[in-house]
């Protein structure tokens, strides 16, 4: 005897297709380290629990040619090329800088989405400081592509939400 064909979609369909959402989702928003406000996020979380080697590999080389003048007359192509020697010693910056700095218990950052701004190769976010999560300060950082890889460049203080509105009204591509 044979059964009839049942017709219709097979449950482990539905299945696999939340399961690959999901996926894309946890991807997207936690390691796709394009995304200029991934790298930021990544940075701080790095600053607040004092992990030097994270936040120098969220910065930029171009940021770090600023403190080592053994790098300044190398071109932009021979610092991507130095980038793990430069890292390290970004790293080892930023460690004898922060040796005196100690950050508030319970300091976070929320990034600002709205403001977020992106081009081919770089891109602006607006981010706030938060303490006990009452507001502390604004920020903003400014990210280039390096090896198709967001960095931080620079990071500028944001004075008020004037400020803000401005960046808002403004196009960088």
Request: overall charge negative; glycine content about 2%; aromatic content about 12%.
């Amino acid at each position: 005897m044979s059964k009839p064909v049942k017709s219709g979609v097979p449950k482990s369909l539905f299945v696999l297709i939340i399961v690959i959402l999901a996926s894309m989702f946890y991807y997207a928003a936690y390691r796709d380290y394009s995304n200029p406000e991934v790298a930021v996020k990544n940075f701080y979380q790095a600053y607040f629990s004092s992990n030097y080697e994270t936040m120098a590999q969220n910065l930029s080389v171009f940021w770090g040619v600023q403190f080592m003048p053994q790098y300044m007359l190398a071109s932009p192509q021979e610092l991507l090329e130095n980038r793990p020697a430069i890292e390290e010693s970004m790293t080892e910056f930023i460690t004898r800088m922060e040796l005196e700095n100690k950050v508030p218990a319970n300091m976070s950052i929320k990034i600002l989405p709205k403001y977020t701004q992106r081009a081919d190769n770089t891109a602006l976010v607006a981010y706030e400081f938060r303490e006990k999560n009452n507001s502390v300060g604004m920020e903003m950082a400014l990210l280039v592509k390096e090896n198709n890889r967001m960095r931080i460049f620079q990071m500028m203080p944001v004075a008020d939400q004037e400020q803000l509105d401005q960046l808002a009204e403004t196009d960088i591509a």
